[in-house]
């Protein structure tokens, strides 16, 4: 479902992941984005650069420890994922409009599942924190 909510555009579902989880959590080192993501740290240095040659996203030397670079969304990134956040939502719109008043009211109704769902999948904010320090 979320595929056929974008139109096509310049931002492949990749690039929003991994733009979104910046924008959530902040400047990380290539290690922790690629283990939050769940890819390979050689395959998101390739989306990095490409994130970085677009200038949606920049890398810094982290100031606690200069041998290592951070990796953190720029306002054009940002600009970028909102953009595209208002599409889908526009999208999103139109295809509940759709829906018959009994199937919207059975999906609000189902949200609260949902919702728990996402969080279920998610890791804990402290586990993150502890990845982050480490």
Known sequence: ???RLSQPSELSLTTVATLSTL?????????ELAALEGV???AMTQVVSRLAEAGLA???ADPSDGRVVLVDITDAGREAIARRRAVRAER????LEQLSPDERSA??????????LTR???P???SRLAQRSN
């Open 124 to 126: 804990p904010a402290s």
């Open 23 to 31: 924008e959530q959590s902040g400047p990380l080192r290539l290690t």
């Open 58 to 60: 920049g890398r810094a």
């Open 40 to 42: 390979t740290q050689p």
């Open 120 to 122: 279920l999948g998610q």
């Open 92 to 95: 999103l719109g139109e295809l």
């Open 107 to 116: 999906l609000v109704a189902a949200l609260p599942a949902v919702e728990a």
């Open 1 to 3: 479902m979320l595929r």
